[in-house]
């Protein structure tokens, strides 16, 4: 018996470093977030003692004799990627903790919450003497894991429960309600504590550039995945699902997710975190199609294999693959050749009546959306493409498809923070390895970056495991050196500055109250939670 990493994977790498015979690929480390979408096991190593199994924070690992049948394909993956990747020793990097330090010497804010900046404090935290506040603008933490991960990944939401033991550290307080920039600004930080990390995503969504873009109908598909998981700064907008067909400009694992949900029925809706607003209007759609537009052909999309594979298992759900293109080339990565595969096997499958659709149209650009105030269709054309290897959409071959429906996923971009500087054309704030950088280029002492606002927005959730662990190492070696020695105030002073400036903290007994009064809420329907979605109501069950 061998164990397998199946769809949930979320790179992690806890499982790497507890393999007693090192045989998880690929192990290095992923701070940029390229490469593999996911972690393989050899099965010709492994020696079944389970430590993978029981490290893995998303019970994505399963023993081959216990997949389920929509996960046996990942057995055959896992072998694939060996073959192709034979396992050779890596490098012995013997582990070396940081010696602790004084009392009062390091403390560091974080600002954000969400699964970078829950990495960050982990990392510190293992760290003895070292303080960490951590500000957060809503009353709840985990940023995208909570209001980003489809509502039926609950094993993915569950990556969270590896944060408990630290956000329960005597050296670690939480401050969530509390917005950088009103009561409390970047210069205040700076004012309580020697380093800030600035953990703040990538929050705004990609324009799409094309005629009629400003009707109503057409919207970021961020804002739409913000509404289904109950986002306050969401959960209000209203989303036209009265045409029988949905299109999504884009086509990956966001895009799936959009495309999953609008399908589903309401008793697979009601199994999940789904925002109950959410449930009610889904329940009552009319939408029976969802367009996938991508630019490039298959073997470029954008998602990932598990994502895709998973759709083959919907119940009353075809999907159709618009597309020549699914042969295989020698140079394919295993991952590239499976998304393949399964392309040619939904390809092959019939059609049946009266299941809906996910149709996925490659090579594709829309070219204008149209509608009197509101989208009542949209022009899509095909993409040639210049000697560069430029797309070019060629506006002399449109087709129009009906649709009241557009939800552009064609990537995230940062926003400029207070009192840091920005780059505009990557849509990050710029850095060297985590440490923030001026326009010359030169670490600015104090001011570092992690997750998406580092790098981009690439990788999956353990991604930013490995880029929080490469921002701390270069706050510690900069502690080490000496460059964070000054006098800050404690962690009474900033309490007392909060207090002042009129902030009103939740901290991390207030949020287990908002998590236990959630989770009653759905355990009285066979739910996983109900959530609150007004500030106004998280701040009561804080309170409560």
Known sequence: MAYVITQNCCKDAGCVAVCPVDCIRPSESAASGDGPQMLF??????????????ECPVDAIYADTDLPPELEPFGSLN????????????????????????????????????PAACYAATELLTVGGVEVEMFERLPTPFGLVRFGVAP??????????????????NRFSCHLNVSIGDKIDHDDLLAHHHAVIYAVGTPGAKDLDIDGSGLDGHHAAGDFVGWYNGHPDHAETTFDLSGNRAVVIGNGNVAIDIARVLLMDRDALERTDIAQHAVDALADSAVEEVVLVG???????????GEFLALGHLDGVDVVIDSDELEDRPDDDVETAAKLAAARDYAARPTVAGHKRIVFRFRTSPTALRGGDHVES?????????????????????????????LRSIGYHGRPVDALPFDESRGVIPNEGGRVTDDTGAPIPGLYVTGWAKRGPRGVIGTNRACAEETVAGLLADHDAGVLGRDVGDHDALTATMAERGADPIDW????????????????TGRPRIKFVTIEDMLSAAAG
């Open 378 to 406: 949209i022009l899509l054309s095909p993409n040639v493409f210049d000697e560069s290897g430029a797309i070019v959409a060629d506006d002399t071959d449109h087709e129009q498809l009906d649709t009241r429906l557009v």
């Open 152 to 169: 039926d990944h609950q094993k993915t939401k569950s990556v969270v429960q590896i944060f408990d033991r630290a956000f329960t550290n």
């Open 509 to 524: 007994p207030g949020w287990r109250a908002i998590d236990a009064a959630e989770r009653a809420r759905g355990a009285e």
């Open 79 to 114: 072998a694939e990627y060996f073959r192709r990747h034979p396992l050779e020793p890596t490098a012995f990097h013997p582990i070396s903790q940081h010696p602790a330090v004084p009392g009062g010497s390091l403390r560091v804010a974080i600002v954000g919450a969400g």
């Open 41 to 54: 096991i050899d099965p010709d190593t492994c020696i079944d003692c389970g430590a993978c199994y029981d």
């Open 295 to 305: 630019r490039r052909g298959p073997r470029d999309a954008a998602f990932s294999v």
